[in-house]
């Protein structure tokens, strides 16, 4: 490998599956998008081994679910601190296949972490209730019990947070796990395997499966009779396809699709701290995030004074390996990422969108594409209705409120938005009238495993995180006591 590990034994070459290793000879290439580099080989999982894991993975949860919440906790508590522990190990496998800063690596581990915390502690709360009955011969009870086998795929923008969320919740709510991680990012998703195994969690309980044969293995993933829930995170295309599957058995189904979130700068605003939220909720992992910035609604009288002062920010931003101390952005993920968003801003450009900076890829290697602002842009140019995925700020001006919460409401997205004002009736009027799930209000960064993450429209459903994040791993039981 390209990159040193104070503990070699976190890098994995194959699917871990009811406790054990299973590397091969069929690999395939993981590759480090910052220079094209193979970091290494990893096994391809047959199908035979998919099924083997479902079948296994409901066996384990006989035990794990009869298992007290306060047990499962402590199994979880510990897979947390191992996390923390080899932070920085995670992080540089993280920054070596994803690309990202290695200081927002490190940052997702934490969050990582926080969310296997989390749920440990929430899992010794899933109440149930009694609701009185309408005779007195009779009670009326009702408990909560784990759904049984939950499979989950995850994509390679945070290929290790996107499964402890999910992982966590499951495992406390007292269900088995199978994840199939994104096949360019699998080395985050094996060495959590790796800690959850010294973590004592027993065998069966967490599976990560990991191939190039995304479809073949999704077909098992969604359609299998023994899979009781599926989870998905990646882009709105893929998972309508998997919600599709997913009908087939009636599954219970997570989705967290795509964003095409609205970042609104209202003029009674605090300028500076708008540039502040518009950078980092636009470029950091470098505009690769589900709820990252797609388009800045800047109201018209303001308009001139923010775009100085942000364009003055976004050259400062320094791009280049996530592993160079210095460097804010990193490269996005493949040469596919590089050609839409090329092909975005060309088809907005023959449109009317004007180039204020950047525009292309950095002299530094053709994954680099370089912090870029894009003005005089309408909502309804490609830039707008599409998700960006990469550095780029889509500027659109506005004149009134009513105007700019329309604009930012045509959109089949609703994952995040997120708005700078002062005044608290506006705060309160436009936070109500946002079709979104999630809106931060003179925030730009508003994830937190406290807070309940999830989209409306087609950006998906299902919450996760919060108080309500376990509900999709948990079937609500009525029990009628009656001859009393
Ligand atoms: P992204 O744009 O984040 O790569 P994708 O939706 O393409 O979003 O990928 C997210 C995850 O979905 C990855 O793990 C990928 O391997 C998986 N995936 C892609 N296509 C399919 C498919 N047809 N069936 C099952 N999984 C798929």
């Not at 966590?168 to 360019?184: D, M, N, Q």
């Not at 964003?259 to 605003?269: R, Y």
């Not at 952005?329 to 060309?346: M, R």
Request: contains cysteine.
């Amino acid at each position: 490998a390209s990159f040193k590990l104070s503990d070699n034994q976190l890098l994995k070459l194959g699917s871990y599956s009811h406790g054990q290793w299973h590397e091969g000879n069929d690999c395939f290439d993981v590759m480090n998008p910052a220079n094209h580099q193979v970091i290494a080989q990893v096994a391809n999982c047959h199908l035979a081994l998919v099924e083997q894991t479902v079948l296994n993975a409901k066996t384990a949860g006989k035990d794990w679910q009869q298992m007290p919440a306060n047990e499962r906790a402590s199994f979880i508590k510990r897979w947390q601190s191992l996390m923390l522990e080899h932070i920085d190990d995670l992080a540089t496998i993280l920054t070596a296949e994803q690309g990202k800063p290695l200081a927002e690596a490190k940052g997702e581990i934490a969050y990582s972490a926080s969310y296997l915390e989390w749920f440990a502690e929430e899992g010794k709360r899933i109440y149930g209730d009694t609701i009185p009955a309408g005779s007195n011969d009779k009670r009326i009870i009702v408990i909560k019990q784990p759904v049984g086998v939950v499979a989950a795929i995850t994509p390679w923008n945070f290929p290790s947070a996107m499964i402890a969320r999910k992982a966590a919740a499951a495992l406390a709510a007292g269900c088995t796990f199978i994840v199939k991680p994104s096949e360019l990012t699998p080395l985050s998703a094996l060495a959590m395997a790796e800690l959850a195994d010294r973590a004592g969690i027993p065998k069966g309980v967490f599976n990560v499966l990991v191939g190039t044969d995304a479809k073949a293995i999704g077909k098992v993933l969604t359609e299998h009779n023994d899979i009781a829930k599926f989870s998905f995170t990646g882009s709105t295309g893929v998972g309508k396809l998997l919600a599709q599957q997913s009908a087939l058995t009636v599954k219970r189904i997570s989705m967290e699709l795509g964003g095409n979130a609205p970042f609104i700068v209202f003029d009674d605003a605090d300028i500076d701290a708008a540039v502040e939220g518009a950078i980092t909720s636009k470029y950091r992992n470098a505009g690769q995030t589900c709820v990252c910035t797609n388009r800045i609604f800047i109201d018209n009288k303001i308009k001139e004074r923010f775009l100085d002062k942000f364009s003055e920010r976004v050259s400062q931003l320094v791009i280049g390996s996530g592993f160079d101390k210095e460097v804010s952005v990193g490269p996005l993920i493949n040469q596919q990422a590089v050609t839409k968003i090329e092909s975005l801003i060309q088809q907005s450009v023959e449109q009317g969108a004007q180039l204020r900076l950047g525009g292309q890829c950095s002299e530094l290697g053709s994954n680099f594409f370089l912090p870029t602002i894009m003005t005089n842009v309408r909502n309804d140019m490609p830039i707008a209705q599409q998700e960006i995925f990469a550095p780029v700020s889509a500027v659109i001006g506005f004149d009134s409120e009513d105007e700019v919460i329309a604009l930012a409401n045509q959109t089949e997205y609703g994952l995040a938005a997120y708005f700078y004002s002062r005044d608290i009736g506006r705060v309160w009027r436009v936070s109500e009238c946002l079709e979104f799930g999630m809106i931060g209000i003179n925030e730009g960064i508003i994830s937190n495993a406290a807070a309940p993450f999830g989209g409306i429209k087609q950006s998906g459903y299902g919450r996760e995180g919060s108080k309500y994040g376990l509900d999709d791993y948990l079937h609500i039981k009525y029990l009628c006591l009656g001859g009393l």
